[in-house]
Protein backbone atom coordinates (compact mmCIF):
# COMPACT_ATOMS: atom_id res chain seq x y z
CA UNK A 1 0.00 0.00 0.00
CA UNK A 2 0.82 3.92 -0.10
CA UNK A 3 0.75 6.41 2.42
CA UNK A 4 -2.39 7.73 0.31
CA UNK A 5 -3.91 4.53 1.13
CA UNK A 6 -3.63 5.40 5.04
CA UNK A 7 -7.40 6.99 6.79
CA UNK A 8 -6.77 10.26 7.62
CA UNK A 9 -5.53 11.40 11.08
CA UNK A 10 -8.20 10.21 13.96
CA UNK A 11 -7.91 13.36 16.30
CA UNK A 12 -9.89 15.69 13.05
CA UNK A 13 -13.04 13.80 13.91
CA UNK A 14 -12.83 15.64 17.87
CA UNK A 15 -12.76 19.24 16.58
CA UNK A 16 -16.23 19.65 16.29
CA UNK A 17 -16.59 18.32 20.06
CA UNK A 18 -13.65 20.66 21.08
CA UNK A 19 -15.08 23.62 18.96
CA UNK A 20 -18.15 22.92 21.38
CA UNK A 21 -16.18 22.74 24.68
CA UNK A 22 -14.46 25.85 24.01
CA UNK A 23 -17.75 27.62 23.70
CA UNK A 24 -17.81 27.01 28.23
CA UNK A 25 -17.98 30.17 29.95
CA UNK A 26 -14.87 29.18 31.81
CA UNK A 27 -12.45 27.53 29.00
CA UNK A 28 -12.19 24.31 27.86
CA UNK A 29 -10.31 21.62 29.48
CA UNK A 30 -8.71 19.42 27.00
CA UNK A 31 -8.13 15.85 28.36
CA UNK A 32 -7.88 14.34 25.10
CA UNK A 33 -4.16 14.44 24.34
CA UNK A 34 -1.57 12.78 26.83
CA UNK A 35 0.80 15.64 26.31
CA UNK A 36 2.78 16.32 28.99
CA UNK A 37 2.09 20.21 29.94
CA UNK A 38 4.54 20.29 32.86
CA UNK A 39 8.18 21.87 33.10
CA UNK A 40 11.23 19.92 31.33
CA UNK A 41 13.59 19.29 34.32
CA UNK A 42 16.31 21.54 34.84
CA UNK A 43 18.77 19.30 34.74
CA UNK A 44 17.85 17.73 31.08
CA UNK A 45 17.27 21.48 29.97
CA UNK A 46 20.64 22.55 31.58
CA UNK A 47 22.55 19.15 29.52
CA UNK A 48 20.63 20.56 25.98
CA UNK A 49 22.19 23.61 26.16
CA UNK A 50 25.63 22.35 27.13
CA UNK A 51 25.52 20.20 24.64
CA UNK A 52 24.72 22.59 21.82
CA UNK A 53 28.01 22.72 19.74
CA UNK A 54 27.14 19.93 17.90
CA UNK A 55 28.83 20.57 14.64
CA UNK A 56 29.24 16.42 13.43
CA UNK A 57 27.06 13.89 12.96
CA UNK A 58 25.57 12.11 15.71
CA UNK A 59 25.78 7.99 15.17
CA UNK A 60 22.85 6.48 15.32
CA UNK A 61 23.98 3.86 17.63
CA UNK A 62 24.50 6.78 20.01
CA UNK A 63 26.96 7.65 22.40
CA UNK A 64 29.06 4.91 24.61
CA UNK A 65 27.75 7.27 27.19
CA UNK A 66 23.94 7.54 26.08
CA UNK A 67 24.18 3.35 25.30
CA UNK A 68 25.46 2.93 29.31
CA UNK A 69 23.10 5.00 31.20
CA UNK A 70 20.01 3.08 29.13
CA UNK A 71 21.82 -0.10 30.19
CA UNK A 72 22.27 0.84 33.57
CA UNK A 73 18.50 2.49 33.75
CA UNK A 74 16.78 -0.85 33.09
CA UNK A 75 19.11 -2.12 36.15
CA UNK A 76 18.21 0.24 38.32
CA UNK A 77 14.38 0.97 37.61
CA UNK A 78 13.10 -1.98 35.94
CA UNK A 79 15.08 -4.88 37.50
CA UNK A 80 17.24 -5.81 34.05
CA UNK A 81 20.44 -6.29 34.72
CA UNK A 82 23.61 -7.12 32.71
CA UNK A 83 22.50 -5.17 29.43
CA UNK A 84 25.37 -3.85 27.73
CA UNK A 85 25.76 -1.39 25.06
CA UNK A 86 25.27 -4.31 22.32
CA UNK A 87 21.59 -4.50 24.05
CA UNK A 88 20.42 -0.83 23.32
CA UNK A 89 20.00 1.81 21.02
CA UNK A 90 18.29 5.38 21.08
CA UNK A 91 15.53 6.20 18.69
CA UNK A 92 14.01 9.44 17.46
CA UNK A 93 10.59 8.98 20.17
CA UNK A 94 8.84 6.27 20.26
CA UNK A 95 6.26 6.86 17.59
CA UNK A 96 8.59 6.20 14.89
CA UNK A 97 9.77 3.45 15.95
CA UNK A 98 6.46 1.38 16.52
CA UNK A 99 5.05 2.72 13.25
CA UNK A 100 8.54 1.70 11.48
CA UNK A 101 9.24 -1.54 13.56
CA UNK A 102 7.46 -3.88 10.70
CA UNK A 103 9.36 -2.02 8.04
CA UNK A 104 12.79 -2.65 9.74
CA UNK A 105 12.29 -6.31 10.40
CA UNK A 106 11.39 -6.76 6.87
CA UNK A 107 7.53 -7.59 7.19
CA UNK A 108 5.32 -7.71 4.42
CA UNK A 109 2.49 -9.47 2.74
CA UNK A 110 1.59 -12.50 4.14
CA UNK A 111 3.22 -11.86 7.42
CA UNK A 112 0.41 -10.49 10.60
CA UNK A 113 1.12 -7.95 13.45
CA UNK A 114 -0.74 -8.58 16.37
CA UNK A 115 -1.37 -5.94 18.46
CA UNK A 116 -3.55 -5.27 21.63
CA UNK A 117 -7.21 -4.65 21.64
CA UNK A 118 -7.60 -1.31 22.89
CA UNK A 119 -4.21 -0.15 20.78
CA UNK A 120 -2.96 3.20 19.89
CA UNK A 121 -3.94 3.22 16.32
CA UNK A 122 0.80 3.55 15.22
CA UNK A 123 0.70 -0.48 15.39
CA UNK A 124 -1.93 -0.85 13.06
CA UNK A 125 -0.82 1.76 10.79
CA UNK A 126 2.80 -0.29 10.79
CA UNK A 127 1.75 -3.09 9.82
CA UNK A 128 -0.42 -1.48 6.63
CA UNK A 129 2.27 0.34 5.36
CA UNK A 130 4.36 -2.92 4.84
CA UNK A 131 1.22 -4.50 3.18
CA UNK A 132 0.66 -6.73 6.58
CA UNK A 133 -1.96 -7.78 8.56
CA UNK A 134 -2.97 -6.63 11.35
CA UNK A 135 -4.60 -8.66 14.24
CA UNK A 136 -6.20 -6.82 17.12
CA UNK A 137 -5.75 -9.78 20.53
CA UNK A 138 -4.92 -10.13 23.99
CA UNK A 139 -5.01 -13.48 23.96
CA UNK A 140 -1.98 -15.43 22.84
CA UNK A 141 -3.61 -18.35 21.98
CA UNK A 142 -5.72 -16.34 19.32
CA UNK A 143 -2.18 -15.57 17.62
CA UNK A 144 -2.06 -16.70 13.88
CA UNK A 145 0.89 -18.86 12.81
CA UNK A 146 1.31 -16.07 10.50
CA UNK A 147 2.36 -13.61 12.92
CA UNK A 148 5.51 -12.16 12.42
CA UNK A 149 5.74 -9.35 15.19
CA UNK A 150 3.48 -9.20 18.69
CA UNK A 151 2.99 -5.35 20.36
CA UNK A 152 2.20 -5.41 24.02
CA UNK A 153 1.59 -2.64 26.01
CA UNK A 154 2.31 -2.26 29.44
CA UNK A 155 1.16 -0.10 31.03
CA UNK A 156 -1.53 0.73 27.58
CA UNK A 157 -2.53 3.64 26.08
CA UNK A 158 -5.38 4.10 25.90
CA UNK A 159 -6.84 1.54 28.68
CA UNK A 160 -3.89 1.56 31.42
CA UNK A 161 -3.61 -2.16 31.52
CA UNK A 162 -0.39 -3.89 33.50
CA UNK A 163 0.99 -6.91 32.19
CA UNK A 164 2.17 -9.44 35.21
CA UNK A 165 5.08 -11.42 35.02
CA UNK A 166 2.93 -14.69 34.30
CA UNK A 167 1.26 -12.90 30.80
CA UNK A 168 4.02 -11.60 29.97
CA UNK A 169 5.89 -15.24 30.00
CA UNK A 170 3.31 -16.55 28.68
CA UNK A 171 3.46 -13.99 25.69
CA UNK A 172 7.12 -14.48 25.00
CA UNK A 173 6.87 -18.08 25.02
CA UNK A 174 3.55 -17.97 22.60
CA UNK A 175 5.80 -15.69 20.24
CA UNK A 176 8.57 -18.01 20.27
CA UNK A 177 6.43 -20.67 19.75
CA UNK A 178 5.00 -18.97 16.23
CA UNK A 179 8.60 -17.58 14.97
CA UNK A 180 7.34 -13.97 16.11
CA UNK A 181 9.22 -11.13 17.43
CA UNK A 182 8.07 -9.78 20.66
CA UNK A 183 8.06 -5.63 20.96
CA UNK A 184 6.55 -4.71 23.73
CA UNK A 185 5.81 -0.90 24.22
CA UNK A 186 6.67 0.15 28.10
CA UNK A 187 6.65 4.14 27.92
CA UNK A 188 4.64 4.55 31.05
CA UNK A 189 5.90 1.91 32.83
CA UNK A 190 7.52 4.19 35.54
CA UNK A 191 3.52 5.25 36.14
CA UNK A 192 1.47 2.26 38.08
CA UNK A 193 -1.31 3.31 40.12
CA UNK A 194 -3.55 0.46 41.46
CA UNK A 195 -3.35 -2.76 42.51
CA UNK A 196 0.05 -4.78 43.24
CA UNK A 197 1.62 -1.51 41.12
CA UNK A 198 0.80 0.82 43.66
CA UNK A 199 3.87 -0.45 45.92
CA UNK A 200 6.04 -2.38 43.40
CA UNK A 201 7.59 -1.24 39.55
CA UNK A 202 6.14 -2.71 36.60
CA UNK A 203 7.16 -5.57 35.11
CA UNK A 204 9.30 -5.30 31.54
CA UNK A 205 9.29 -8.25 29.21
CA UNK A 206 13.15 -8.56 29.89
CA UNK A 207 12.57 -8.89 33.09
CA UNK A 208 14.54 -11.89 34.18
CA UNK A 209 11.20 -13.86 35.90
CA UNK A 210 9.99 -13.80 32.50
CA UNK A 211 13.03 -14.38 30.11
CA UNK A 212 14.88 -16.81 32.66
CA UNK A 213 17.86 -15.19 30.95
CA UNK A 214 17.30 -15.57 27.24
CA UNK A 215 16.72 -12.55 25.47
CA UNK A 216 15.96 -14.00 21.66
CA UNK A 217 13.28 -12.37 20.08
CA UNK A 218 12.31 -9.98 22.66
CA UNK A 219 12.74 -5.96 22.32
CA UNK A 220 11.64 -3.77 25.32
CA UNK A 221 10.76 0.10 23.66
CA UNK A 222 10.78 3.11 26.15
CA UNK A 223 10.29 6.86 25.92
CA UNK A 224 11.22 9.81 28.45
CA UNK A 225 8.37 11.97 27.06
CA UNK A 226 6.42 11.11 29.78
CA UNK A 227 8.32 10.39 33.10
CA UNK A 228 10.66 13.11 31.96
CA UNK A 229 8.40 15.74 30.09
CA UNK A 230 10.52 15.63 26.73
CA UNK A 231 7.88 15.12 24.77
CA UNK A 232 9.41 17.90 22.37
CA UNK A 233 12.70 16.01 22.39
CA UNK A 234 12.01 12.93 20.76
CA UNK A 235 13.54 10.71 22.70
CA UNK A 236 13.22 7.10 23.69
CA UNK A 237 15.16 3.98 22.89
CA UNK A 238 14.77 -0.01 22.49
CA UNK A 239 16.84 -2.39 24.49
CA UNK A 240 16.40 -6.55 23.73
CA UNK A 241 17.87 -9.05 21.62
CA UNK A 242 21.73 -8.38 20.55
CA UNK A 243 20.88 -9.46 17.28
CA UNK A 244 17.77 -8.13 16.65
CA UNK A 245 19.41 -4.42 18.14
CA UNK A 246 22.14 -5.09 15.27
CA UNK A 247 19.81 -5.36 12.70
CA UNK A 248 17.95 -2.49 13.13
CA UNK A 249 20.69 -0.19 14.00
CA UNK A 250 21.87 -1.12 10.09
CA UNK A 251 18.51 -0.43 8.65
CA UNK A 252 18.11 2.82 10.82
CA UNK A 253 22.21 4.01 9.27
CA UNK A 254 20.33 3.18 5.82
CA UNK A 255 17.55 5.14 6.93
CA UNK A 256 19.49 8.17 8.67
CA UNK A 257 17.28 7.49 11.78
CA UNK A 258 19.70 9.93 14.34
CA UNK A 259 18.89 11.15 17.79
CA UNK A 260 20.64 14.67 17.89
CA UNK A 261 23.57 14.66 19.49
CA UNK A 262 22.37 17.46 22.33
CA UNK A 263 19.32 15.35 22.64
CA UNK A 264 21.35 12.70 23.81
CA UNK A 265 23.20 14.61 25.77
CA UNK A 266 19.80 15.59 27.57
CA UNK A 267 18.98 11.28 27.64
CA UNK A 268 22.02 11.07 29.43
CA UNK A 269 21.06 13.80 32.16
CA UNK A 270 17.72 12.55 32.40
CA UNK A 271 18.22 8.38 32.86
CA UNK A 272 20.76 9.45 35.46
CA UNK A 273 18.40 11.64 37.75
CA UNK A 274 15.31 9.89 39.39
CA UNK A 275 14.46 12.31 41.53
CA UNK A 276 12.62 14.49 38.72
CA UNK A 277 10.69 11.02 37.74
CA UNK A 278 9.61 10.21 41.37
CA UNK A 279 8.30 13.91 41.78
CA UNK A 280 6.44 14.00 38.30
CA UNK A 281 4.64 10.62 38.99
CA UNK A 282 3.85 12.50 42.73
CA UNK A 283 1.99 14.93 40.05
CA UNK A 284 -0.19 12.55 38.05
CA UNK A 285 -0.77 11.00 41.38
CA UNK A 286 -2.48 13.66 42.70
CA UNK A 287 -4.22 14.67 39.87
CA UNK A 288 -5.52 11.12 39.13
CA UNK A 289 -6.71 11.16 42.75
CA UNK A 290 -8.70 14.33 42.12
CA UNK A 291 -10.11 12.86 38.52
CA UNK A 292 -10.90 9.54 38.69
CA UNK A 293 -13.69 10.33 41.61
CA UNK A 294 -15.27 12.87 39.61
CA UNK A 295 -15.03 10.80 36.93
CA UNK A 296 -17.09 8.19 38.63
CA UNK A 297 -19.73 10.48 40.17
CA UNK A 298 -20.88 11.75 37.30
CA UNK A 299 -21.67 8.07 35.90
CA UNK A 300 -18.69 6.49 34.22
CA UNK A 301 -17.13 3.11 35.17
CA UNK A 302 -13.87 3.47 34.92
CA UNK A 303 -11.87 0.10 33.67
CA UNK A 304 -8.37 -1.19 33.95
CA UNK A 305 -6.55 1.65 34.45
CA UNK A 306 -3.97 0.20 36.73
CA UNK A 307 -1.49 2.35 35.36
CA UNK A 308 -0.66 4.80 32.74
CA UNK A 309 -1.51 8.46 32.54
CA UNK A 310 -5.22 8.06 31.57
CA UNK A 311 -8.67 6.87 32.41
CA UNK A 312 -10.50 4.45 30.30
CA UNK A 313 -13.94 4.91 31.22
CA UNK A 314 -17.76 4.23 29.78
CA UNK A 315 -21.02 5.15 30.67
CA UNK A 316 -22.83 2.83 28.82
CA UNK A 317 -23.44 5.01 25.67
CA UNK A 318 -21.70 5.39 22.39
CA UNK A 319 -18.12 7.17 22.94
CA UNK A 320 -19.16 10.16 20.48
CA UNK A 321 -22.57 11.00 22.71
CA UNK A 322 -20.30 10.43 25.85
CA UNK A 323 -17.81 13.46 23.98
CA UNK A 324 -21.27 15.51 23.53
CA UNK A 325 -22.15 15.92 26.81
CA UNK A 326 -18.77 15.94 28.53
CA UNK A 327 -18.25 19.25 25.93
CA UNK A 328 -21.40 20.40 27.89
CA UNK A 329 -19.49 20.55 30.44
CA UNK A 330 -16.08 22.22 28.78
CA UNK A 331 -14.65 19.04 28.92
CA UNK A 332 -12.60 17.65 25.84
CA UNK A 333 -11.89 13.45 26.33
CA UNK A 334 -10.96 10.76 23.29
CA UNK A 335 -13.59 8.15 21.87
CA UNK A 336 -12.34 4.77 22.23
CA UNK A 337 -13.51 4.09 18.54
CA UNK A 338 -9.44 5.82 17.89
CA UNK A 339 -8.12 2.53 20.21
CA UNK A 340 -10.04 -0.19 17.96
CA UNK A 341 -12.85 -1.73 17.13
CA UNK A 342 -13.84 -3.22 20.10
CA UNK A 343 -14.79 -0.48 22.94
CA UNK A 344 -17.23 2.04 21.41
CA UNK A 345 -18.48 3.06 24.26
CA UNK A 346 -15.71 4.32 26.03
CA UNK A 347 -13.60 7.54 26.33
CA UNK A 348 -9.91 8.47 27.38
CA UNK A 349 -9.39 10.82 30.28
CA UNK A 350 -5.71 12.03 30.18
CA UNK A 351 -3.79 12.85 33.21
CA UNK A 352 -1.97 15.78 31.23
CA UNK A 353 -3.43 18.71 32.30
CA UNK A 354 -2.64 21.57 35.32
CA UNK A 355 -3.48 21.15 38.59
CA UNK A 356 -6.11 23.65 38.08
CA UNK A 357 -7.46 22.32 35.21
CA UNK A 358 -7.73 18.60 36.95
CA UNK A 359 -9.61 20.24 39.57
CA UNK A 360 -11.93 22.42 37.68
CA UNK A 361 -13.02 19.60 35.43
CA UNK A 362 -13.41 17.37 38.51
CA UNK A 363 -15.76 20.45 39.55
CA UNK A 364 -18.01 20.64 36.89
CA UNK A 365 -18.36 16.75 37.06
CA UNK A 366 -19.25 16.81 40.38
CA UNK A 367 -22.03 19.77 39.53
CA UNK A 368 -23.17 18.18 36.49
CA UNK A 369 -25.14 15.32 38.47
CA UNK A 370 -25.89 17.42 41.90
Not at 350 to 367: G, K, V, Y
Request: proline share 7%; hydrophobic share 45%; aromatic share 8%.
Amino acid sequence: MSVHDLADYPWDAVAPYAERARRHPDGIVDLSIGSPVDPTPVVVADALRSATDAHAYPQTVGTVALREAIADWYERRRGVPRLTASHVIPTVGSKELVALLPLLLGLGSGDTVVHPRAAYPSYEVGARLVGAAAFASDEPGEWPDTTRLVWLNTPGNPDGRVLDVDELRRAAARAREIGAVLASDECYAELGWEGPWADAAVPSILDPRVTEGDLTGLLSVYSLSKQSNLAGYRAAFLAGDPELVAGLVTARKHLGLMVPGPVQAAMIAALHDDAHVDQQKALYRARRDVLKPAVEAAGFRVDRSEGGLYLWATAGEDAWDSLGRLAELGILAGPGHFYGTHYPQHVRFSLTATDDRIALAASRLTASVS
